[in-house]
């Protein structure tokens, strides 16, 4: 075993896990292949909201393919730190929200 | 990864690989390397294993339609990537008694396209010459690949456009990105401002614009260790950001996969890409591109009149498969029933839409 939890070579691997659960599996692959696929919002678009999703949940799988994903697009890494500062902003935004449950909470309990 | 191997890597980049005596300026070195053990254990198949399982081996010619001829590896740039190692001290310059030779081939072969490449092509003595005798031939499609910097490099080359216009010659450049930082960095400093300024020359005889015939492509290959995204795409986002920017028109944009030798593979091998790489290529293997790979339909002659399948098998020392090696000896019948020679670089070729000196082929 690996003594870390996160090995690079893992994603390349990641088509095995059809191998325990074949139906699950390929249908979550169809469903995430049909979902890059251009549409409404194009292929590019969609590489780039990838790329902030993967840095809010923070997957290093994530981030690494959808690094190379937008580089092969020819995305720029300007875009692609915007992109990363759009899930920043909510996720940080996530978190202040809450500060008004925090001042109505303080407020309700205070004279 | 290693940023000062890197850093170091570029400031050695000033000079080729064979300048830099660098072990991988010999074949059998970068030979070695692709029959390695990620192969050889069985990690990754080989590339005869895998067009085998499809039936795709021995991979053989069909009809032949190009005949691209490299006129020596003399360049005015040091791209990182180069596969061919050219550079401003590479001597390797075809003569004019090859040139007479192959300009017997241009004018009896069955073939619809003359490719010229380098190397800076015009930065060989005798390229006008050479240009003007071969135009003469007839030729339905005449490509010289310029690298679009040496237009504005010396005064000596600024009429290239019009000269390239007098012999309808088809214009393909490379162009590695739309921004100046991506450009610069595989290229070098300033490739990406004389590149611009070279497609407005060329613009302003009539090249690349809609519905002219003079033809003008770009050639868009990645500027690292990753494959070349949607062909159709990235011609959209080129065009785009070069007519809003500079008013620059170009007709297509060909995506050309790097393939792992020479100074890319030196490159893949000291960034520590090699292995994601090649696994990458396999990963994105397409029978369907093994089926109109271009060494399928096209004949490489190196500067010295050698035969080779392709641009890349000649920077391999690969020499053809057939009792005829050489451009004196020239048989387009003989060839065509050879069998061409593979190796793992191939994958190269051979991933998602495939690759070739025209672009996507699958």
Known sequence: M??????????????????????????????????????ALSAREKSLIALAVAHVVKCPYCIDAYTKDGLQRG????????????????????????????????????? | ???????????????????????LANTNRQMEILNGALFADGELPYFKDKIAKTGQFPLKPKTLEILQINVGYMCNQVCEHCHVDAGPDRKEIMTRETMEQCLEVI?????????????????????????EEAAKAGIQDFIVRSNLTIIRSNKKYHDLPEFFKKHNVHVVSSMPHYTRGKTDKQRGDGVFDKSIQALQDLNAVGYGIPDSNLRLDLVYNPSGAFL??????????????????????????????????SRFLDYLIASDNYEDYMYALVEAYNPAAVENVMCTNTISVSWDGWLYDCDFN??????????????????????NDREIIISQH??????GAGSSCQGTVA
């Open chain 2, 1 to 23: 990864m290693g940023q000062s191997i890197l850093s170091d890597m570029k400031r050695a980049a000033k000079k080729s690989l064979k300048a830099r005596e660098n072990e």
């Open chain 1, 2 to 39: 690996a003594n870390s939890y996160y090995d690079p070579a893992d994603l390349r691997k990641f088509g095995s896990i059809t191998e325990w659960s074949e139906e699950l599996g390929n249908k979550f692959f169809d469903y995430y292949g049909k979902v890059f696929e251009e549409g």
């Open chain 2, 346 to 351: 191939c994958y190269g070729c051979t991933a």
């Open chain 2, 228 to 261: 070349p995204g949607d062909q159709a795409a990235m011609e959209h986002d080129f065009k785009k950001a070069l007519k809003e920017d500079f008013n620059i028109d170009f007709h297509n944009l060909f995506a050309i996969t790097n393939l792992p030798i």
């Open chain 2, 107 to 131: 004018r009896n072969t069955g073939a619809h396209t003359l490719d010229l490449t380098g190397g800076a092509p015009e930065m060989n003595p005798n390229f006008r010459w050479f240009v």
């Open chain 1, 75 to 111: 995305i720029t890494k300007e875009e692609m730190m915007e992109a990363v500062h759009a899930g920043a902003a909510i996720e940080s935004g996530a978190t202040l929200v809450h500060g008004v449950q925090m001042m109505n909470k303080y407020n309700k309990l205070s004279m």
């Open chain 2, 314 to 335: 000649q920077m391999l020392d690969l020499k053809v498969a057939s009792k005829v090696q050489h451009i004196k000896d020239y048989n387009e019948d003989l060839l």
